[in-house]
Antibody
Framework: EVQMLESGGGLVQPGGSLRLSCAAS????????MGWVRQAPGKGLFWVSS????????YYADSVKGRFTISRDNSKSTLYLQVNSLRAEDTAVYYC????????????WGQGTLVTVAS | DIQMTQSPSTLSASVGDRVTLTCRAS??????LAWYQQKPGKAPKLLIY???SLESGVPSRFSGSGSGTEFTLTISSLQPDDFATYYC?????????FGPGTKLEIK
């Protein structure tokens, strides 16, 4: 069974940093591109970042470019999102998701980890 | 960047109704569009990809159509489990923008 388990969220002050992790299992992690999607409380989905299967190519939403860094460790089947210079508007549940080889879409999702940016 | 819009923002319907949700892209995205269903407190679920291809395990009452800039998701006969929020997402460009969502409510 495909599973992704996010961790690393929490309460952080504006300007602070966190490292989110997503431990994957049930599939050959190194074969798949992965991504992060966030959802602010009561709001819609927002694509944050994606990374290819090898970690060699990454893409970011404009609003996080330069502040967030996506990476992966295929030996540990783990996806990361380093989030720096956090702002109140970054408060959200952060989901990691697997990108299907067949459809190029997010076909499996974790349960999410909540990041709250507040003083 | 490609912007996505959805209409209506909220739709009230009854079990058994046929409903159509609309998604528009700010520029041509060919057929690179997906639809997701999300229920409160849960992660989204992929329903449709490449505008009209049904994801494995998704009931056939869901169907998608469109290309270019205008797309629709149709549910042929609403079931109680279908009341949720639906998002479209483009993947024509590297920025996989989502639409703002349509909340499907019970009338």
């Amino acid at each position: 069974e495909v599973q992704m388990l996010e961790s690393g969220g929490g309460l952080v002050q504006p300007g602070g940093s966190l490292r989110l992790s997503c431990a994957a299992s049930g599939f050959t992690f190194s074969t798949y591109a992965m991504g992060w999607v966030r959802q602010a409380p009561g709001k819609g989905l927002f694509w944050v970042s994606s990374i290819d299967y090898s970690g060699g190519v990454a893409y970011y939403a404009d609003s996080v470019k330069g502040r967030f860094t996506i990476s992966r460790d295929n030996s540990k089947s783990t996806l990361y999102l380093q989030v720096n210079s956090l702002r109140a508007e970054d408060t959200a549940v952060y989901y990691c998701a697997k990108i299907s080889l067949a459809s190029s879409n997010f076909d499996s999702w974790g349960q999410g980890t909540l990041v709250t940016v507040a003083s | 960047d490609i912007q996505m819009t959805q209409s209506p923002s909220t739709l009230s319907a009854s079990v058994g109704d046929r409903v159509t949700l609309t998604c528009r892209a700010s520029q041509n995205i060919n057929s690179w569009l997906a639809w997701y269903q999300q229920k409160p407190g849960k992660a989204p679920k992929l329903l449709i990809y490449k505008a009209s291809s049904l994801e494995s395990g998704v009931p056939s009452r869901f169907s998608g159509s469109g290309s270019g800039t205008e797309f629709t998701l149709t549910i042929s006969s609403l079931q109680p489990d279908d009341f949720a929020t639906y998002y479209c997402q483009q993947y024509n460009s590297y920025s996989r923008a989502f639409g703002p969502g349509t909340k499907l409510e019970i009338k």
